[in-house]
DNA sequence: TTTCTAATGTACGAACTGGTACGTTAGTTA
DNA sequence: TAACTAACGTACCAGTTCGTACATTAGAAA
């Protein structure tokens, strides 16, 4: 495999990183128990031998994608500036910043839903994870006082609750696009209705919150 | 296993039954390559020999769940008696159902997980179940024209979209409460919660029609 | 240049796992 | 009651899969 070039560097941090890279789509695709270490060597440049000298063993390896799968997440959902929008504006915002993320992440999407299969067991094993993904709920929660306060929005809902809504709304999507074109024969990622979706997205959480 | 009696019945119509309902849990808590088949028979009264007769393999076990986990579904979908509502009180009742079908069935929504992550691929074999989930967006497709016939609902609204607008909600409470409770410390199907959930939901959808 | 160690590669083993060959028995039918 | 077959059980095999023992090498340090 590696051999193209015919030469053979050493660098601890490119192999590190491949396996990574590798481990994310191979998990996400096929599962824990389902991904096979010796596909995911025989898809980087190194061996097998690199998983356990790295990482410890297939199960640590996971650990690892899924710590690193949440974490370049939590930069993209700093990305929304909404300061400067009125209220409902600011609101649509932060869903379109959810449902753009979804979309351009599916490997991580499918992380989620692999974990969830097995309980967050292994989630619960990073505890550095549950801090990370406050933060998106902390601007919402900011949005929606502001909303309130402006006598736009209703003032019993939680921000958590808006956030379930959302990322409901765009995990399914992504998550249950087989399925559902299966059923109903609709690509529900298909190009041309993206804009329609998110466009329903907008409308659903700003109608739920209007007084 | 089955020796607590003593005596050894052959019931043909019973091991099948027994061997599908075993797998039901097993395919749905461990994914079908996280499923074992020796793990199935050893649960049973019966042997992993009579998967192979009765179905012939792993792949067309997991076949006959899938298949018998969706037409379950269909007959309770049924129940939902919504003509003599008003509209909007009958697409409150329409999610409710739904709402209700997802809570009570939590190792049918795991399948739906399973073969999502198989990008559908063994539900692409089972034909058959395309036209049973129809039924549901049919009488969803009903409601809606009478509400816009009233003058009630918005008109540019789709059927299948409300559908998934319903769905998701109901799925993702259901299929991601694992790492929702890892990573907000809230459980999504607490008892004291579902009231206020469930209501969260008809609102939304009634507010996301109404003109 | 020599030494030393982090990094890497190879070969192999033990346990697991889906599947099967073959024998046995319950219950029906003639 | 003898014959027959659907239903069932046991033992085993062959391929897979995670993991490891051991050998080797690139490149830094002395």
């Known amino acids: 495999m590696r051999a193209e070039t015919g030469e053979r560097r050493r660098d601890a941090e490119r192999t ?25 060597a025989a898809r980087t440049r190194t061996t ?19 710590e ?9 959902e700093r990305t929304a500036d909404v300061d400067h929008l ?11 910043v959810t449902f753009d993320h979804h979309e351009a992440h599916p490997a991580f ?18 505890a550095r994870l549950v801090d990370l993904n406050s933060s998106a709920v902390d601007l919402l929660a900011g949005v929606l006082a502001r909303g309130v306060a402006d006598g736009l929005f209703r003032d019993d809902v939680d921000a958590l609750d808006v956030h379930m809504m959302i990322s409901s ?18 690509d ?4 041309d209705r993206r804009e329609h979706y998110r466009t329903m997205l907008g409308d659903l959480v700003t109608g739920y919150l209007r007084k």
Chains 1, 2 share one sequence.
């Open 16 to 40: 590190r990183t491949e396996l990574l890279d590798v481990a994310t789509d191979e998990f996400a695709d096929r599962g824990y128990s389902g991904a096979r270490v010796d596909e995911i």
């Open 48 to 66: 097998k031998r690199m998983i356990y000298y790295y990482f410890g063993g297939k199960e640590q390896l996971y650990l690892a994608v899924l």
């Open 68 to 76: 690193r799968a949440y974490s370049e997440i939590r930069a993209a």
């Open 86 to 96: 009125d209220p409902t504006a600011a609101v649509r915002r932060l869903a379109e």
């Open 109 to 126: 999407i499918k992380l989620v839903g692999v974990e969830n299969a097995q309980q967050a067991k292994h989630m619960n094993h990073v």
């Open 169 to 186: 709304f765009c995990f399914f999507r992504v998550a249950n696009r087989h399925t559902w074109g299966a059923l109903f024969d609709r």
């Open 188 to 191: 529900l990622l298909a190009p």
